[in-house]
């Protein structure tokens, strides 16, 4: 690792004031799990590095009009978390999906979403709940809906003076179904080879709003709008769920390596979306979210 | 370079320590505490696994200055002088380990495992400990380990 200088501001606009000053020399640091690696690497090399930890602010979970999570919850917090078991269980699963338990102990879903890894399980998870980021810098604050946050390979919308406060989740439709589904060939703590989220919100039998999301399947976290507009205001059979489950492979751009070749990442991804489409309908059929 | 001081093993413990020092290094050369063991360097296999405030965490990926004020229990921590830890006994009395270099991370995994949950069923070891490699034992015998010292089967 390259010498850095290391900062520990106790206060949100101490932190915007640092990272004002620094630019693009400084980095924020919260679990370190995704930076201390790229540091060790020398893939990012950072003058300053502004640790987020005394800002205990930002590590609160808390129910108001919907699921308010503080950018420095770590993956181990939501897991155990009743209230994002309860109004996100999604969100808690895919957690409990993540690597091991010693990194889930230290990765913040702040860093999990500005840290911007494509193959990484919480960004579709969000993306199927419609979270909100809530950026702010010394400018302001402002609200980046998930889908329109990650523009490509570890980058994303945020300028150099803003930081991940919060994310939003409305509360679930009634009778709604999710699904989190990562499919793991080799070990359990690996990245997924391809990994799905879902959210099926039925209405006298018919789907009434579907939202799917894939990670590892692409330079960004992918939105399946086309699958989605497959299906909405349709009655959520076997066979319409595999026709719009088939339209992924158009959409997702997977890379191949260890974990399988581009093709066959491409015919997993169909595969597990029509797993996730299905699981998500059984549970909203009986009765919604976690059911 | 930064002062730091932290609990370490239950004693105070202040360095001057350059900011990019890593928390294993910290305890392995600052402080002498050579029973944790670095392994992959990237937090995979979990060798170097310490407890921060009580929880694990790989200390290869950890910056020492981001423990300042914490409470870190390493291998050296868990013994009451002469008397083992039960876990520590359970990995002797049923082969726990053979080569040894994972085993400080395998007891201190185990340990958070066993704070949180005293009495874990077996697919709750297997996943708690599912990060912490080992190539010698084929994992059944620290599994039974675990399971022996949970229900108080060591000692004599």
Redesign the interface.
């Given at each position: 690792?390259?010498?850095?200088?290391?900062t520990?501001p106790v206060t949100i606009d101490e932190t915007l004031a640092t990272l004002t000053r620094y630019g693009e020399e400084a980095k924020l640091?919260a679990g370190?799990?995704g930076l201390?690696?790229l540091m060790?690497q020398r893939l990012v090399n950072p003058g300053y590095?502004v640790?987020l930890?005394r800002l205990s602010e930002l590590a609160k979970i808390s129910f108001d009009r919907g699921l308010r999570i503080g950018a420095l919850c770590t993956h181990?917090a939501l897991e155990t978390s009743p209230l994002v078991r309860e109004h996100a269980p999604l969100l808690a699963e895919a957690c409990r999906h993540v690597?091991?338990?010693?990194?889930r102990?230290?990765a913040t879903i702040g860093g999990a979403v500005a840290h911007a890894d494509p193959n990484q399980d919480l960004p579709p998870a969000l993306i199927a709940l419609d979270a909100r980021v809530k950026l702010r810098s010394p400018k302001g604050e402002r609200e980046v809906p998930i889908d329109q946050f990650f523009t490509g390979y570890y980058e994303t919308v945020m300028q150099p003076d803003e930081m991940v406060t919060e994310l939003a989740i409305a509360p679930a439709p009634p009778a709604s179904g999710y699904a989190f589904l990562k499919f793991l060939p080799q070990?359990?703590?690996d990245y997924a080879t391809v990994g799905v989220a879902a959210m099926v919100a039925i209405d006298r039998g018919r789907v009434a709003g579907v939202r799917v999301a894939l990670g590892a399947a692409g330079s960004t976290p992918i939105r399946a709008r086309v699958v989605e507009s497959a299906l909405r205001g349709q009655e959520p059979t076997p066979r319409r769920l595999a026709d719009a489950a088939a339209m992924v492979a158009d959409i997702v751009d997977p890379i191949a390596d260890f974990r399988g070749s581009a093709e066959y990442k491409r015919d997993m991804a169909v595969v597990f979306v029509r797993r996730a489409l299905a699981q998500a309908v059984a549970r909203a059929q009986a009765g919604g979210r976690g059911a | 370079m930064r002062n730091i001081q932290m609990q370490v093993n239950g004693k105070a413990v202040a360095r001057e320590v350059p900011d990019q020092r890593l928390l294993v290094d910290f305890l392995r050369y600052d402080l002498g505490l050579t029973g944790t063991k670095e392994g992959c360097s990237v937090g995979v296999c979990g060798a170097c696994t310490v407890l921060l405030d009580g929880q694990p965490v790989s200390s290869c990926i950890v910056l020492a200055v981001m423990a300042e004020g914490c409470e870190i229990t390493t291998i050296e921590g868990l013994a009451e002088g002469d008397r083992l830890h039960p876990l520590q006994q359970a990995f002797i009395e049923y082969g726990g380990f053979q080569c040894g270099i994972c085993t400080p991370g395998q007891i201190m995994a185990s340990k958070a495992l066993l704070d949180a949950n005293p009495h874990p069923t077996r697919e709750q070891i297997r996943e708690w400990m599912m990060g912490n490699l080992c190539r010698c034992t084929g994992y059944y015998k620290i599994i039974e380990s675990i399971q022996a010292a949970a229900e108080g089967k060591t000692g004599p």
């Amino acid at each position: 690792m390259n010498p850095f200088t290391y900062t520990e501001p106790v206060t949100i606009d101490e932190t915007l004031a640092t990272l004002t000053r620094y630019g693009e020399e400084a980095k924020l640091i919260a679990g370190g799990t995704g930076l201390i690696n790229l540091m060790k690497q020398r893939l990012v090399n950072p003058g300053y590095l502004v640790g987020l930890r005394r800002l205990s602010e930002l590590a609160k979970i808390s129910f108001d009009r919907g699921l308010r999570i503080g950018a420095l919850c770590t993956h181990r917090a939501l897991e155990t978390s009743p209230l994002v078991r309860e109004h996100a269980p999604l969100l808690a699963e895919a957690c409990r999906h993540v690597a091991t338990v010693r990194i889930r102990t230290m990765a913040t879903i702040g860093g999990a979403v500005a840290h911007a890894d494509p193959n990484q399980d919480l960004p579709p998870a969000l993306i199927a709940l419609d979270a909100r980021v809530k950026l702010r810098s010394p400018k302001g604050e402002r609200e980046v809906p998930i889908d329109q946050f990650f523009t490509g390979y570890y980058e994303t919308v945020m300028q150099p003076d803003e930081m991940v406060t919060e994310l939003a989740i409305a509360p679930a439709p009634p009778a709604s179904g999710y699904a989190f589904l990562k499919f793991l060939p080799q070990t359990a703590d690996d990245y997924a080879t391809v990994g799905v989220a879902a959210m099926v919100a039925i209405d006298r039998g018919r789907v009434a709003g579907v939202r799917v999301a894939l990670g590892a399947a692409g330079s960004t976290p992918i939105r399946a709008r086309v699958v989605e507009s497959a299906l909405r205001g349709q009655e959520p059979t076997p066979r319409r769920l595999a026709d719009a489950a088939a339209m992924v492979a158009d959409i997702v751009d997977p890379i191949a390596d260890f974990r399988g070749s581009a093709e066959y990442k491409r015919d997993m991804a169909v595969v597990f979306v029509r797993r996730a489409l299905a699981q998500a309908v059984a549970r909203a059929q009986a009765g919604g979210r976690g059911a | 370079m930064r002062n730091i001081q932290m609990q370490v093993n239950g004693k105070a413990v202040a360095r001057e320590v350059p900011d990019q020092r890593l928390l294993v290094d910290f305890l392995r050369y600052d402080l002498g505490l050579t029973g944790t063991k670095e392994g992959c360097s990237v937090g995979v296999c979990g060798a170097c696994t310490v407890l921060l405030d009580g929880q694990p965490v790989s200390s290869c990926i950890v910056l020492a200055v981001m423990a300042e004020g914490c409470e870190i229990t390493t291998i050296e921590g868990l013994a009451e002088g002469d008397r083992l830890h039960p876990l520590q006994q359970a990995f002797i009395e049923y082969g726990g380990f053979q080569c040894g270099i994972c085993t400080p991370g395998q007891i201190m995994a185990s340990k958070a495992l066993l704070d949180a949950n005293p009495h874990p069923t077996r697919e709750q070891i297997r996943e708690w400990m599912m990060g912490n490699l080992c190539r010698c034992t084929g994992y059944y015998k620290i599994i039974e380990s675990i399971q022996a010292a949970a229900e108080g089967k060591t000692g004599p």
